[in-house]
């Protein structure tokens, strides 16, 4: 029996703060929800999965306006949607065949358990290679920076994507905090990298199967993109 109904597998971080002990960051909690919100408009199943299974602790900036809507709040607000953050899948719980769209949530804090999580990458590998879609919003494409493909090559070599530019990351404030320069390491791996004309504007890229938006307030769009191609 065929199934029917796709099914999205969100990654969210398990990190807290950066480098520094003192400056927290985590999952920005709108890249989830907005998207979430997309996904069960379409009827899709979802769940949630990190680098080590467990709880996922929330970026504090986004928990403050604009990124902390309605869809942020009532997710806050409801212990059964914060029970799923406390609870999150290890990638040895997921089997790949069941996944039909992986989709990397942002967050600074990705950019320290993402790129070499080997479950992260193998899902993603698999999730590519049986035609399903890989996507990501803003830092998420830091999980796609070192996954490769079974002939050896780098998923992201040689395709059109975007995520949070260092401009942005100067605009923010944080350009002296984070591990290193994401935008840079995407083009080093060979990604056809793009970017809006101006900084914080929606922007998602489409390349077949790969969908990236760049920042918090393109999770939407990346996200019905993601649906299209479903």
Same mark, same amino acid.
């Given at each position: ?72 709040? %009532?997710?806050? +607000?409801?212990? #059964? =949607?914060? *029970? /799923?953050? @406390?609870?999150?899948?290890? &990638?040895?719980?997921?089997? $790949? ?84 320069? %994401?935008?840079? +390491?995407?083009? #080093? =791996?060979? *990604? /056809?990298? @793009?970017?809006?004309?101006? &900084?914080?504007?929606?922007? $998602? ?26």
């Amino acid at each position: 029996m065929t199934r029917t109904t796709r099914r999205i597998l969100h990654v969210v971080t398990n990190v807290g703060h950066y480098d520094e002990p003192d400056h927290p960051t985590g999952l920005w909690l709108s890249e989830l929800t907005h998207a979430w919100e997309v996904f069960a408009e379409h009827g899709f199943e979802q769940r949630i999965v990190s680098p080590a299974g467990g709880p996922a602790p929330l970026e504090p900036r986004s928990l403050r306006f604009p990124s902390y809507d309605r869809t942020a709040r %009532a997710w806050r +607000a409801d212990p #059964e =949607r914060m *029970a /799923l953050l @406390e609870h999150t899948a290890g &990638p040895d719980d997921v089997d $790949a065949a069941d996944v039909d769209a992986i989709y990397f949530t942002g967050g600074h804090a990705v950019m320290y358990d993402f790129p070499d999580c080997a479950g992260l990458q193998r899902i993603t590998r698999e999730v590519f290679e049986r035609g399903g879609v890989v996507s990501s919003v803003c830092h998420g494409y830091c999980g796609l920076l070192n996954t490769r493909l079974s002939d050896g090559s780098l998923l992201i070599a040689g395709r059109r994507m975007t995520g949070f530019s260092w401009r942005e990351e100067e605009l923010a404030r944080v350009d002296g905090l984070v591990p290193y320069n %994401a935008e840079e +390491a995407a083009k #080093e =791996r060979g *990604a /056809l990298y @793009e970017k809006a004309l101006l &900084p914080f504007v929606p922007h $998602a890229v489409v390349d077949g199967r790969l969908v990236t938006g760049q920042n918090p307030g393109s999770a939407k769009a990346t996200a019905r993109k993601v649906a299209e191609l479903l």
